[in-house]
């Protein structure tokens, strides 16, 4: 079985010691890939 973790925006930018706005950034580019839970803007992105 995978031991798969899904990170908030907050949770992986602290993980990876990067502002929250960079990590939005590289994921805006395509560069660190996610996986969008909900719907509209207020949906959560994790990692």
Excluded: H, N
């Amino acid at each position: 079985m995978s031991d798969t973790r899904l990170l908030t925006v907050k949770d992986a930018s602290q993980y990876l010691g990067i502002p929250e706005w960079t990590l939005r950034g590289k994921i805006r580019l395509r560069e660190i890939p996610f996986v969008k839970l909900g719907s509209g803007k207020k949906g959560a992105g994790v990692f």
